[in-house]
């Protein structure tokens, strides 16, 4: 089972920036695409970010595309969520995801690992 532990999320004013942590131990973490969705109260989880675990592109959803940066260190075995220009309706649980070896499309993923989620709320 592949463990997922994220950090850094807290409570911004509006336009302010946090930046997410997400460490695993997993040895095979190269191998691993890694993700961010969140999850608004009342609403369906959705992607947020996604970056292959071959070459590192990145993937964003529009709604944070320019304002959100998703980054690997295979050597920490961690991945970041930098985001800036936070607005209120980025207001939810962040949560990290890893699939092996993916390369479907991230927009219609369904990771096999999540983490436990970190709360991120963005006041006006």
């Known amino acids: 089972q592949v463990q997922l532990v994220e950090s850094g999320g807290g409570l911004v004013q509006a336009g302010g920036s946090l930046r997410l942590s997400c460490a695993t131990s997993?040895?095979?973490?190269?191998?691993?695409?890694m993700g961010w969705f969140r999850q608004a109260a009342g609403k369906e989880r959705e992607f947020v970010a996604g970056?292959?675990?071959?070459?590192?592109?990145?993937y964003y959803a529009d709604s944070v595309k320019g304002r959100f940066t998703i980054v690997r260190d295979n050597a920490k075995k961690t991945v970041y969520l930098q985001m800036n220009s936070l607005k209120p309706e980025d207001t939810a649980v962040y949560y990290c995801?890893?699939?092996?070896?993916?390369?479907?499309?991230?927009?219609?993923?369904?990771?096999?690992?999540w983490g436990q989620g970190t709360q991120v709320t963005v006041s006006s």
């Open positions: 997993e040895r095979t973490f190269g191998s691993f695409a």
């Open positions: 995801a890893a699939e092996p070896y993916y390369s479907g499309s991230y927009y219609y993923w369904h990771p096999s690992y």
């Open positions: 970056i292959a675990w071959s070459g590192g592109r990145t």
